[in-house]
T-cell receptor, first 112, second 115 residues
Framework: RKEVEQDPGPFNVPEGATVAFNCTYS??????FFWYRQDCRKEPKLLMS???SGNEDGRFTAQLNRASQYISLLIRDSKLSDSATYLC?????????????FGKGTHLIIQP | DGGITQSPKYLFRKEGQNVTLSCEQN?????MYWYRQDPGQGLRLIYY???????QKGDIAEGYSVSREKKESFPLTVTSAQKNPTAFYLC??????????????FGAGSRLTVL
């Protein structure tokens, strides 16, 4: 069975700090990887795709480690508004909605 | 602005009643999906549709039904056969079948409570 695992947290981090969390996946044939952000009682929204070479968007950096089968998200200079649940999403090589697996999310709380 | 509209946002149902959740998109996306989210749980796929008049069961289709008569619309019916229907229901769409770098766009969700 395909598994996508995340530390549920919560991660309590002071404002301005750097925080990082990982997501491990079990299917070595997985092809596409994403981080979504979900605010409390809201819908998930795409934060960033994760490319093999890694990618950066402002304070956010996502990386893929295929050998160890995990992706990571690093947030620098954290803001109060970064408080949310971060969902890891993995798609397998077969495509189709049933090939897309969501992690349960990592809850991040930025404290003033 | 393009997007996905789900209604109602909140819904209360008595046991034994069927309810239908609406999902409309004006993104011209081919594929549409229904997910269920329970507290502390990941999203679980109920049904998905890649084209009009075609849909497939997801991981937890029992007790649910869908239709896809129009590209823009993908309503979900929660039937009385669904044993534990209280949950947050999310509709999503993508430009085509999810593969490669295609991503999902979600509606704001419908929160169903069974009394």
């Amino acid at each position: 069975r395909k598994e996508v695992e995340q530390d549920p947290g919560p991660f309590n981090v002071p404002e301005g700090a750097t925080v990082a969390f990982n997501c491990t996946y079990s299917n070595s044939a997985s092809q596409s990887f994403f981080w979504y952000r979900q605010d409390c009682r809201k819908e998930p929204k795409l934060l960033m795709s994760v490319y093999s070479s890694g990618n950066e968007d402002g304070r956010f950096t996502a990386q893929l480690n295929r050998a160890s089968q995990y992706i990571s998200l690093l947030i620098r200079d954290s803001k109060l508004s970064d408080s949310a649940t971060y969902l890891c999403v993995v798609t397998d090589s077969g495509g189709g909605a049933d090939g897309l697996t969501f992690g349960k999310g990592t809850h991040l709380i930025i404290q003033p | 602005d393009g997007g996905i509209t789900q209604s109602p946002k909140y819904l209360f149902r008595k046991e034994g009643q069927n309810v239908t959740l609406s999902c409309e998109q004006n993104l011209n996306h081919d594929a549409m999906y229904w997910y269920r989210q329970d507290p502390g749980q990941g999203l679980r796929l109920i049904y998905y549709s890649q084209i009009v008049n075609d849909f497939q069961k997801g991981d937890i289709a029992e007790g649910y039904s869908v239709s896809r008569e129009k590209k823009e619309s993908f309503p979900l019916t929660v039937t009385s056969a669904q044993k534990n229907p209280t949950a947050f229901y999310l509709c999503a769409s993508s430009l085509r079948q999810v593969s490669g770098a295609n991503v999902l766009t979600f509606g704001a969700g419908s929160r169903l409570t069974v009394l």
